[in-house]
């Protein structure tokens, strides 16, 4: 089977986290997600998964030994492929280590513009506005020990109006690129490591 053993990790409503699944339904994705890892035990993402019979677990990120928790249960499921899908955590440099080359995060602009530290879900789009910029858009990339600092896989813009709110911008670049690149950059993974 060329499809990979995902683990989906996401903090929030998990929209991406549906692309991932509704991809994988439809058959463009041959991959299967083997769990779906929140540090909020009310994101919306774990509900997602528990609809789709995936397992869903939270493990609080404020314990001491919330890194060992998050490696086991990812080598416990033989993890090929971790998905950062709005994961509002930072990852462990162990974690880096142990998945390098095979951990992927969604970022909603055009890296390396509006990324790093303290560039996060609406932030980004208020500055993007702020700035001036004419188009905007979402990234795929690998993760390093840096903050949205690894080797870029897809990106894709979207165009800026001067009538938009940082709401407005936010679920363009949600809709019309991020559901759209992560698919397209997991797929990319599969054929390759196939
Ligand atoms: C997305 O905007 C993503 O780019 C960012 O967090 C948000 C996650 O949205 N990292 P969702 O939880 O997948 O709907």
Redesign the pocket.
């Known amino acids: 089977m060329r499809g990979l053993r995902i683990a989906v990790l996401?903090s929030?409503?998990?929209?991406?986290?549906q692309s991932i699944i509704d991809a994988i339904e439809s058959g463009i994705l041959e991959s299967q997600i083997v769990s779906v890892i929140s540090n909020k035990v009310d994101a919306f993402?774990l509900e997602r998964a528990r609809a789709q019979g995936i397992p869903a677990y939270y493990i609080d990120s404020k314990v001491e030994e919330y890194d060992m928790k998050l490696l086991c249960r990812l080598e416990e499921d033989e993890v090929d492929l971790i998905v950062l899908?709005?994961y509002l955590k930072i990852i462990s440099s162990e974690l880096i280590r142990a998945y390098r080359g095979r951990i992927i995060n969604?970022?909603?602009s055009l890296l390396p513009k509006f990324g790093g530290k303290g560039y996060?879900?609406i932030k980004v789009h208020e500055a993007v506005l702020k700035s001036g910029e004419a188009y905007s858009g979402?990234t795929v990339h690998f993760v390093d020990e840096g903050v949205d600092t690894g080797e870029i896989i897809l990106q894709e813009s979207v165009p800026v109006y001067s009538t938009d709110t940082p709401d407005i911008l936010?679920r363009r670049?949600?809709y019309e690129v991020?559901h759209k690149i992560l698919v397209q950059a997991i797929k990319k993974l599969e054929e390759e490591r196939g």
Do not use: D
Request: no cysteine; charged share 5%; proline share 5%.
């Open positions: 996401a929030g409503s998990g929209t991406n986290l993402a899908a709005g969604i970022h909603p996060y879900g979402a936010q670049v949600l991020e």
